[in-house]
C-alpha cells in the first residue's frame, strides 16, 4: 500500500467513527424544537448561582489568597445574591456543594427561607470514579442540603452518572450545554432520560470577571465592564425572547457578589421586568413543567 491510499484509507476509519459518534450523541440527545411555556409566558430566565465558595479553588490547590476571594464568596457574595433576588420578588436556585453547607449553614438556610431552590452541586465539587464512592457522595450532599433546608434536593450541576441521578430521584440536571432550549439526554437505546437545562459559558459571569489566578497567563485574566456584560446578556435574552425560548444565567457568588455586578445585574433584570410575559422560576419549576408538557417519549 502507498502512502497516499494509506492516507485515504484513514480518513475513512476516521470518518465512519465520526459518524458512529454523531449517531450514538443523536440517540442519547432528545431535542424539543420549542417548548410550551404556562399561559402570557413567552420566556423563562433561570438565575442560577453556583455556590463554590473557596471549595473549587481548594480542589484546584490554589494558593490563600485565592482561597480568600472564594471565601468573599461565603460571607458577602452570596447574602447580596439573596438580598438582590428578594427585591425583584425572583426564585433563584442555587447549586450548593455538601460542604459548602457545613461551612455557610445561615447564608444556605437564609437562600431556602426565602425560597430559592437549594440544588445539589456535588459533596466536594467533585465526582469520584468509584461508582461506590460517587453514591456515597451524592447521598452525603443530598442530606446536607436535606438537613438544612427541610427539602430533599431534586437537581443537581454536576457530573455525576444520570442513572444514578435518575435512582436517588432527582428530576433535572442543569449541566451540558448542548442546546439552547430544556432537552432530554438518555441511554443510547432511549431508557434514563433525564432533563438538562443547559447554560452556556457566554452567560456566565467567571467567564468575564474571574481574575488573577496567581501564575496564570495574562489572557486568562478577566476584569470586564459591567456594563458591557449587561448588554452581551440583555442581547442575548432578547434573542431568546423574540423566540419564546429560555435564558439560565450562571453567576457565583464571589464573583457576582461584587458591589458593581450587582448594581448590573439589578439593571439587568428591572430591564426584562418591563416586558411581558418573563417568567422568574427556579430551575425546579422549569424541569417540572417542561416534563409534564413535553413528556420524554
Ligand atoms: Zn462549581
Given at each position: 500500500m502507498d502512502s497516499s491510499s494509506e492516507f485515504t484509507h484513514e480518513l475513512d476509519r476516521d470518518l465512519a467513527a465520526l459518524e458512529a459518534k454523531a449517531a450514538d450523541y443523536a440517540a442519547r440527545h432528545h431535542r424539543l424544537a420549542t417548548i410550551a411555556w404556562p399561559?402570557?409566558?413567552r420566556i423563562a430566565v433561570n438565575f442560577t448561582a453556583d455556590f463554590d465558595a473557596m471549595l473549587l479553588r481548594r480542589v484546584l490547590n490554589e494558593p490563600p489568597q485565592q482561597l480568600a476571594k472564594g471565601e468573599f464568596g461565603g460571607r458577602v457574595g452570596i447574602w447580596r445574591l439573596i438580598e438582590l433576588f428578594d427585591s425583584h420578588a425572583i426564585k433563584a436556585t442555587i447549586f450548593t456543594p455538601g460542604r459548602i453547607c457545613e461551612l455557610y449553614p445561615q447564608a444556605v438556610k437564609a437562600a431556602a427561607k426565602s425560597g430559592h431552590e437549594i440544588a445539589d452541586h456535588m459533596w466536594e465539587h467533585q465526582v469520584p470514579k468509584d461508582p461506590v464512592l460517587e453514591r456515597d457522595h451524592l447521598r452525603k450532599a443530598k442530606d446536607a442540603i436535606e438537613t438544612l433546608t427541610g427539602r430533599r434536593p431534586v437537581g443537581t450541576r454536576s457530573w455525576h452518572t444520570r442513572e444514578l441521578l435518575i435512582e436517588e430521584g432527582?428530576?433535572?440536571?442543569?449541566?451540558?450545554?448542548?442546546?439552547a432550549l430544556p432537552h432530554y439526554v438518555s441511554g443510547a437505546?432511549?431508557?434514563?432520560a433525564l432533563i438538562n437545562l443547559p447554560f452556556h459559558y457566554a452567560i456566565d459571569d467567571a467567564m468575564f470577571f474571574s481574575f488573577?489566578?496567581?501564575?496564570?497567563?495574562?489572557?486568562?485574566?478577566r476584569m470586564m465592564d459591567p456594563d458591557h456584560v449587561e448588554e452581551i446578556w440583555w442581547a442575548a435574552f432578547q434573542q431568546q425572547y423574540a423566540q419564546g425560548g429560555y435564558l439560565n444565567i450562571c453567576m457565583h457568588p464571589f464573583v457576582s457578589g461584587r458591589a458593581l455586578r450587582i448594581a448590573m445585574l439589578d439593571r439587568l433584570i428591572t430591564r426584562m421586568k418591563?416586558?411581558?410575559?418573563v417568567w422568574f422560576p427556579t430551575c425546579e419549576q422549569v424541569a417540572r413543567h417542561v416534563v409534564a408538557a413535553h413528556p420524554a417519549s
Open positions: 399561559a402570557g409566558v432527582f428530576v433535572y440536571n442543569s449541566h451540558d450545554s448542548a442546546d437505546d432511549g431508557s434514563g488573577a489566578w496567581l501564575n496564570s497567563d495574562n489572557q486568562a485574566q418591563a416586558l411581558p410575559g
